[in-house]
């Protein structure tokens, strides 16, 4: 988008408008103090650029310069220089066309007789306004949900972005949310919605409309089907760095059913401030402040669910530089020592450089640049007097503040120091003597010695003191074989002396305090290459005139062979050695004197002798710096097998002989890669890096090197002089390429004091805490393929610019997919289960590596394994379901089946083939048919006994009647023996309720006669037949 870093001036058009504009040019004061990092020139506008830097000396001369350089006092075709020294600037050159030349980095200084000050520097930019990166696409949602449309342009000043439908400008501003960052999203869609939408973007520089997209909006859809779909948050909120006091938004869009409930929180548990506002779902920050950088969770819920997504994004809050401790003017007398402090803030952190009289200091014997903002003048002279200016620069802006020092000279002070001679006792130590200041030696009091490196500009300067009484002085701990700058300074009461003479001297060569940093790797099975670089001056100690290489077999580590080799190679092969056998090898340095000490013994194993076996990357060279190693090679002698590159490195903490790992990190790296910038080291710290050649089956022998870091602050080396980090690239696009590769495209920022040499790239699948599956790339080119990747897989890419040592912050990251691709293993768990004699159940899981949405699956059966794929049966099932019945098979027969899966770009591989036998059909009991039996036959047997029951009833009858008639018995004794009185009425008519209710008939029941007795039992055992048996009786006759 448009740039973040500018404090725009819009030139109050409405003060100057009309004619007035070309009478009233728009002005802008470059001094010391805080102002605007970056001005527009908008068009038709004239912009005064007025030096006002607050000197009180007279007369100034104001000169001019643009990007560093002088600009001409004749002016240009875009430039006139005014009569009070300003600098107006023309919105069109002569044949008027905006003057492309114009943009650059404007400064004034002003010079006096005391000296001279420089102002900060102004970015001058032309309006402008590009074309879309991004438009809005179409869309289909159904009724009640959201929509969202999306358009990126990038434009100075920032373009203001409004959304219309079907060419009307959209002023309903509950359900349709405009993000400043060119978002609209559309809430609780309605089919009045429907229609083509399109944004306007527009500025100073004029206004561009993007293409239209249609939304259409369904119905109908049931809320079982709504139900189903999964809660997913369709716009994730995005890594954003915004500058201080600029709005900042953070977007955030869920859907599902029940409608989602989103809410914000900080990952770091802090509460979250009382200025952050949620603007629908979105996060909104109207005025960013430092205290709002950090890293917030957008969680979406479904309400009385315990459903939820989270998203998460960081926002950084970048700032310009701001001085927070200004030095001081201060008046001191010759010889003294002048300190100013200087320090500053800003985001990044700005790095900080010192001017005198508008010129860059240059660190020497006498004056030292100290940490954190310190400048250190020792021995003032008289031409140290002058404008001392701390500048503070992080990309983003200047800062400056200014001091004045003035020195003065006392009268009675000794002179310098006479005869100074400095002669060499041994490597490290040395003998100083000379001879008494001629004038006012009287005075003096004491001497200071001092001394530092030859060469260097921020070399550290030594100062020893001692009384009158000695005019001699023995340094030691010096470097060997190293030139040293002596001289001698006095003191009185008064003051000191100006310095004596200089007098150069080399201290003598020494042996070697260090070996040489040993790279090892192999091209065939019976060389080993050694490889090493140049021992530095404070390592060698002298001239190196020899290498000594020892190596042997590691099963006979006595026997040790040794070469020696001359002083100015940097590699030598060892050749006729023995296949797949480890060796031992270790290499010291030497000059005239001697050897120094050897390198720790290195372990490699040669190759073994077979032609798949992928070879060590060859030329291995690692370039040493502060905090970075650049590590180079050149490609495996077998590159044909090669399939990329891995890098690893580590520190490690040498002990005598033991070391102690602290960390792996290993860098996945493509096949054209032949050199990587590993950056955020440990200065002065041991690190042993790897590189190796891999395939999809296997890894390559390993190209090896240890060294170690160089110091934060050593002596000998010249130093690198601080650059601010250089500010991430711009308007960065990803657009997959294919399946496994993706295209990556940025612009240089546009705002960068910083020359940038390359750029690296971040790459990883999104939401992945596994560093092994991130890989960095580089480019040289502001565009790169990166390949190798995962399909159907996203990736979060961000890009990172590099300067000279130095490497910048990583951009926001963007995410792109790769393409479909077919599945690349076949599904997996395939299980059989024959359910009967022709049907058997077939179920799987999806395969591992799907490589895009399974569209259907074909399930393979046959009874002859034998059988071409072709005449295997077949079933397609959805893509969704990962079982099916298989009907209508033969019983007792063995069937063979394989499931293969499909995306939209084709099939991927079968799974293996099994196995299932169906079994020989059974009988099978119908439960209800023997249920029907069951009963029929008990209803059957129940008649059967009530049919006996009822005969041996009638035969019982029949007895029993026959009996009764052949006996005659009289009616008075037909009842048990007794005879009936005459007046009693006879019951015969009544014989049921007489055998129920037997006293009824008769008062008293006597115990029966032995005759009756089978009567009773017959009747005790079957009522109905007792009162059948009574029926039959005769009446009795009168």
């Known amino acids: 988008m448009a740039v973040e870093t500018t404090i725009w001036l819009f030139c109050l058009l409405a003060l100057f408008c009309g004619p007035s504009q070309q009478e009233k040019p728009v002005s802008v004061e470059l001094s010391c103090g805080a102002g605007p990092s970056h001005v527009v020139l908008e068009p038709g506008l004239r912009l005064l650029l007025e030096c006002n830097l607050g000197a009180s000396d007279t007369p100034f001369n104001i000169s001019w310069f643009k990007d560093g350089q002088l600009l001409p006092l004749q002016g240009t075709d875009y430039s006139q220089f005014m009569v009070n020294q300003s600098l107006l600037l023309k919105p069109t050159s002569t044949d008027g066309q905006p003057p492309q030349d114009v943009e650059g980095s404007y400064s004034c200084v002003s010079a006096s007789a005391r000296g001279a000050l420089t102002s900060r520097t102004v970015n001058v930019l032309l309006a402008s306004l590009s074309r879309f990166h991004k438009e809005p696409t179409p869309q289909t949602v159904s009724a009640s949900g959201s929509a969202r449309f999306e358009c990126h342009i990038e434009g100075i000043p920032s373009p203001v972005i409004t959304w219309e439908k079907d060419k009307v400008v959209i002023t309903d501003v509950k359900r349709f949310i405009s993000l400043p960052n060119g978002v609209l999203q559309i809430l609780e869609v309605t089919k009045q919605d429907e229609g083509s939408y399109r944004c306007v973007a527009s500025n100073s520089a004029g206004r561009e409309t993007s293409n239209e997209a249609r939304l259409t909006v369904t119905t109908g859809a049931t809320l079982g089907n709504q139900a189903l779909s999964p809660l997913v948050i369709v716009a994730r909120p995005q890594n954003v760095t915004v500058v201080l006091g600029h709005p900042a938004v953070m977007e955030c869009m869920a859907q599902g059913l029940p409608k989602p409930i989103v809410s914000w929180s900080r990952k770091d548990k802090k509460p979250m401030s009382t200025d952050v506002a949620v603007l629908a779902t979105n996060l909104v920050i109207q005025n960013t402040r430092r205290h709002h950088a950090g890293v917030y969770v957008c969680r979406a819920n479904k309400n009385m669910t315990t459903d939820f997504v989270n998203a998460s994004a960081e926002l950084h809050v970048s700032a310009s530089p701001v001085i927070l401790?200004?030095?001081?003017?201060?008046?001191?007398?010759?010889?003294?020592?002048?300190?100013?402090?200087?320090?500053?803030?800003?985001?990044?952190?700005?790095?900080?450089r010192w001017l005198k009289n508008g010129q860059p200091i240059k660190t020497f014997r006498r004056v030292k640049m100290q940490s954190p903002g310190t400048l250190l003048i020792n021995q003032l002279a008289l031409d140290d007097g002058g404008y001392y200016q701390c500048i503070a620069d992080n990309g983003l802006g200047t800062a400056c503040a200014t001091a004045k020092l003035m020195v003065t000279v006392k009268e009675g002070l000794p002179s310098p120091p006479r005869h100074l001679s400095v002669t060499p006792h041994s490597s490290t130590t040395a003998l100083l003597t000379w001879k008494k200041p001629e004038n006012n030696s009287d005075q003096v009091i004491g001497y200071s010695v001092h001394y530092l490196l030859a060469t260097g500009s921020d070399n550290v300067e030594y100062q020893f003191v001692m009384n009158n009484e000695t005019t001699e002085y023995l340094a030691k701990e010096l470097l060997p074989h190293t030139a040293y700058v002596f001289f001698v300074t006095a003191y009185s009461h008064g003051g000191s002396s100006g310095p004596s003479e200089n007098v150069t001297v080399e201290m003598l060569e020494d042996v070697p305090s260090a070996p040489p940093q040993l790279s090892i790797d192999s091209s065939s099975p019976t060389d080993i290459r050694l490889m090493w670089h140049p021992l530095s001056s404070q390592h060698s100690r002298g001239a190196v005139t020899r290498y000594r290489i020892e190596y042997s077999t590691l099963n006979q580590a006595d026997t040790i062979f040794s070469v020696e080799v001359q002083g100015n190679q940097t590699q030598f092969t060892l050749r006729e050695l023995q296949p797949n056998k480890v060796y031992r090898l270790r290499i010291a340095a030497g000059t005239g004197v001697g050897f120094g000490v050897p390198s720790e013994w290195a372990q490699y194993q040669t190759l073994a002798q077979y032609s798949h076996m992928i070879f060590a990357p060859t030329e291995l060279k690692v370039k040493a710096r502060v905090k970075t190693l650049n590590v180079t090679w050149h490609p495996s002698p077998n590159h044909t097998l090669v399939s990329g590159y891995k890098l690893s490195y580590r520190e490690m903490e040498a002990d005598m002989k033991s070391s102690r790992e602290r960390s792996l990190h290993t860098i996945r790296l493509r096949k054209k890669a032949r050199s990587h910038l590993l950056t955020g080291l440990v200065a002065d710290r041991q690190y042993e890096v790897r590189v190796w050649a891999f395939n999809k089956h296997t890894d390559g022998a390993a190209a090896v090197w240890k060294g170690r870091t160089e110091r934060e602050d050593h002596r000998g080396s010249n130093p690198h002089i601080p650059h601010p980090p250089p500010l991430p690239p711009s308007s960065i696009q990803a657009a997959a390429n294919s399946s496994t590769s993706i295209w990556l495209r940025w612009e240089r920022p546009r705002f960068s004091n910083v020359r940038i040499i390359n750029y690296t790239v971040r790459c990883s699948p999104t939401g992945t805490s596994n560093t092994s599956l991130v890989s960095y790339h580089t480019s040289s080119a502001q565009e790169i393929l990166i390949g190798g990747l995962k399909p159907f897989t996203q990736y979060e890419l961000a890009v990172q610019s590099n300067g000279v040592d130095v490497g910048g912050p990583f951009s926001s990251t963007v995410e792109e997919s790769t393409l479909p691709d077919r599945p690349s293993t076949p599904p997996e768990e395939l299980q059989l289960n024959a359910l009967n004699s022709s049907s058997v159940l077939v179920s799987w899981r999806p395969p591992l590596e799907a490589n895009g949405i399974i569209s259907s699956y074909k399930v393979l059966y046959s009874c002859n394994l034998s059988d071409p794929e072709h005449m295997w049966n077949s079933l397609s099932q959805d893509g969704s379901i990962t079982s099916v019945k298989v009907h209508t098979l033969s019983a007792g027969t063995r069937y063979y089946f394989k499931v293969?899966?499909?995306?939209?770009?084709?099939?991927?591989?079968?799974?293996?083939?099994?196995?299932?036998?169906?079994?020989?059909?059974?009988?099978?009991?119908?439960?209800?048919?023997?249920?029907?039996?069951?009963?029929?036959v008990c209803l059957g047997l129940m008649c059967i006994l009530l049919c006996i029951c009822f005969s041996f009833r009638k035969s019982k009858s029949r007895e029993t009647s026959g009996a009764l008639n052949s006996t005659a018995v009289s009616p008075q004794y037909r009842r048990v023996g007794f005879p009936v009185p005459a007046?009693?009425?006879?019951?015969?008519?009544?014989?049921?309720?007489?055998?129920?209710?037997?006293?009824?008939?008769?008062?008293?029941?006597?115990?029966?006669?032995?005759?009756?007795?089978?009567?009773?039992?017959m009747a005790t055992s079957d009522p109905g037949q007792a009162k059948d048996a009574s029926a039959p009786e005769p009446k009795v006759q009168d």
């Not at 401790?325 to 990044?348: I, K």
């Not at 059974?922 to 249920?931: F, G, M, P, R």
């Open 325 to 352: 401790q200004h030095p001081e003017s201060v008046s001191l007398s010759r010889g003294n020592t002048a300190r100013f402090h200087c320090n500053s803030s800003g985001e990044p952190r700005p790095v900080l």
């Open 900 to 936: 293969g899966a499909s995306t939209e770009v084709g099939s991927g591989p079968s799974s293996p083939v099994k196995d299932v036998q169906t079994p020989h059909p059974k009988y099978e009991v119908d439960i209800h048919a023997l249920t029907g039996i069951i009963i029929g």
């Open 983 to 1017: 007046n009693e009425t006879d019951c015969s008519d009544s014989h049921e309720l007489d055998i129920l209710m037997p006293p009824s008939c008769q008062e008293s029941a006597q115990p029966l006669a032995e005759a009756q007795e089978s009567e009773s039992l």
